[in-house]
């Protein structure tokens, strides 16, 4: 078992999946986020009624330490008040792949001024 997990999203329109896809992509949250570009159709409950959503699918790759992150930054740009969001573990994959991943989620190292390294 690996560290990296796929996350699914559903979003209302390409253009909020595309919006949260590109967000999340930048704040290296996620290494790439694919959008289904089909509509599918979601069935599900919602306060006490069955409703039925063309909804746009992002499959999100990630790594497991960044999910709380990730989950937050989707709730922020989400317009449903309780979007999905399902994390599935990723068993194995391509070496190359998921170094790529861990490259790609990896924080930006923050740049330290030598001098503020020196004595005063």
């Known amino acids: 078992m690996t560290d990296k997990r796929v996350v699914l999203v559903t ?3 390409q253009e909020e999946a595309s919006r ?3 967000s999340v992509v930048s704040a290296r949250l996620a290494a790439c986020v694919t959008i289904l570009d089909s509509p599918v159709r979601s069935v599900y409950r919602w306060k006490g ?3 039925t959503a063309m909804e746009f699918l992002l499959v999100i790759k990630t790594r497991r330490a960044r999910l709380r992150a990730l989950e937050s930054a989707v709730a922020a740009l989400h317009s449903y008040q309780t979007p999905e969001f399902i994390a599935l573990p990723v068993a194995e994959g391509s070496r190359k792949y998921l170094a790529w991943l861990d490259e790609c989620v990896r924080p930006k190292r923050k740049t330290v001024s030598h001098a503020r390294l020196r004595p005063s």
């Open 11 to 13: 979003c209302s329109s």
């Open 49 to 51: 009624r069955i409703e």
């Open 20 to 22: 949260i896809a590109r």
